[in-house]
């Protein structure tokens, strides 16, 4: 499969690439991922050094209880990120929910707009149509900040949300907006509910869409380590990466990650172990 981003694409056939997480917020629950506007495009480049294909840049944290940005603050730190990363040569997306904020990150050279809202906001899509951009479209009940406090009752969360990511991508699809599928590990959902995900993944893949996860260092995690639902508990890196790892077995085309290089280190045995198996199997 090709990822096409804008003006380029980038290979995942039998193998699964990096978002590397540039947070250029204040409150940001992963500390070390924090990094301000001006260290930004040094960051970005060492991100891509190590092994990310992508660089996601974000300044609007969807914690619970975070600050709410205003759309003019949000921009003006993704918008001279995006430039300076274009700039290197970098391929990019944004992480935001707002579409004057997707609007001016496509002004300045965005490849992807990354929207965990899932383009219900009929502006978003307005956004990715005019400037040819593929979306990356996720799962949530509720919203940013407030997902905490829905209902994590499914009858079959991975009914829901195939159903609720399909709809999606046929509207997007209708105006000419290539779609990303990402199942919203997390949000609005419990640990056993995120467990039953990754054991969907290959069903979600078999769909033909591109599917990015995104459970970098998220609490969960921390509960399957018997932690708490914490993003500061220890061990977050190696659960990380054990769950990548099951994904990528799955057959996920991107994960997005705070931690790149170990990540880039244990996806080039699945990826090698990934190809060889196609070969084999091609005879």
Not at 70 to 91: N, S
Not at 100 to 122: I, K, M
Not at 160 to 188: K, T, Y
Request: charge should be negative; charged fraction near 25%.
């Amino acid at each position: 499969m090709l990822l096409h981003l804008r003006d380029r694409s980038i290979d995942v056939t039998d193998r699964t690439a990096i978002m590397g997480i540039l947070n250029v917020s204040d409150d940001s629950p992963v500390e070390f991922s924090r990094v301000s506007v001006e260290a930004a495009r040094d960051r970005a480049v060492e991100l891509a050094r190590q092994g990310a294909e992508i660089i996601d840049i974000g300044a609007h944290s969807t914690r619970s209880n975070g600050r709410d940005l205003e759309p003019d603050e949000e921009a003006a730190r993704v918008v001279p990120v995006i430039e300076a990363a274009v700039a290197e040569g970098l391929t990019t997306s944004v992480d935001t929910w707002t579409p004057s904020v997707a609007r001016a990150a496509a002004e300045a050279g965005v490849h992807l707009l990354n929207d965990v809202t899932g383009f219900t906001d009929p502006a978003m899509l307005e956004v990715a149509s005019a400037f040819g951009l593929p979306g990356c479209v996720m799962h949530m009940r509720g919203r940013p900040k407030h997902h905490r406090e829905v209902s994590q009752d499914y009858d079959d969360v991975n009914l829901e949300v195939r159903d609720f990511l399909m709809e999606r991508a046929a509207s997007m699809r209708a105006a000419g907006v290539a779609a990303w599928l990402d199942p919203g590990f997390a949000f609005g959902k419990s640990a056993a509910d995120n467990a039953a995900l990754l054991a969907g993944l290959p069903a979600l893949v078999a769909e033909g869409y591109p599917v990015l996860i995104s459970a970098s260092r998220k609490g969960f995690l921390a509960e399957f380590l018997g932690r708490g639902d914490r993003q500061d508990a220890p061990g977050l890196l190696e659960a990380t990466i054990a769950f990548n790892v099951l994904a990528a077995s799955a057959g996920v085309h991107v994960v997005r990650v705070h931690d790149v290089q170990p990540m880039a280190d244990a996806l080039a045995v699945v990826n090698a172990i990934r190809r060889e198996q196609a070969r084999r199997a091609e005879g």
